[in-house]
């Protein structure tokens, strides 16, 4: 009986780890440009310590992007984050967008790379400063070796780097 489930579960845990992600940055008509590169793991960053992602500066309206293939496992308001997304994308990362002005997808619906989810905005902590989107990546299968002696550096096990992310595409 139980080697029956085996297969199965061995075969939904690796295959994800398979799927490519060819991510695209997640603010349409952004470039590197658009976010400082230095920004990521920054400090001193309010509450939070460091900040875990990167800003990607755009009008108020653009079009938030799905930076890749996946499910939303998420869409609604938190503290800090305001109006947000959380995708499950190829690789078990998830993928946050935050400080939406508005979105306009579901939770469980499956997007596509380049989808429109949302708009970007300035909600959630971002309120009274130029609209961006606030993108973090992080990975649900611990990382040990990128761990550092910095500020939450044991942290770096989960969250990934967005713009070198974005920039390995």
Do not use: C
């Amino acid at each position: 009986m139980k080697r029956r489930w085996l297969l199965p579960l061995a075969a939904l845990l690796v295959l994800p780890m398979l799927l490519p992600e060819h991510p695209v940055i997640p603010v349409q008509g952004a470039s590197q440009r658009d976010w400082n590169r230095r920004s990521f793991w920054y400090e001193p960053w309010g509450i939070s310590g460091v900040h875990k992602g990167i800003d990607i500066f755009a009008d108020a309206g653009a079009p938030a992007l799905s930076p890749v293939p996946g499910l939303v496992l998420y869409r609604g308001e938190i503290g800090l984050g305001g109006k947000v997304v959380l995708i499950l994308g190829p690789k078990w990362r998830l993928h946050y967008l935050a400080h939406l002005q508005a979105w306009n997808v579901a939770p469980l619906q499956p997007v596509g790379r380049g989808q429109v989810v949302g708009a970007v905005g300035s909600s959630g902590n971002a309120a009274g400063k130029p609209p961006h989107l606030h993108y973090a990546v992080l990975s649900l299968l611990p990382r040990p070796w990128a761990a550092t002696d910095e500020t939450q550096g044991w942290k770096k096990m989960f969250f990934i780097d967005p713009g070198q992310f974005l920039l390995a595409r």
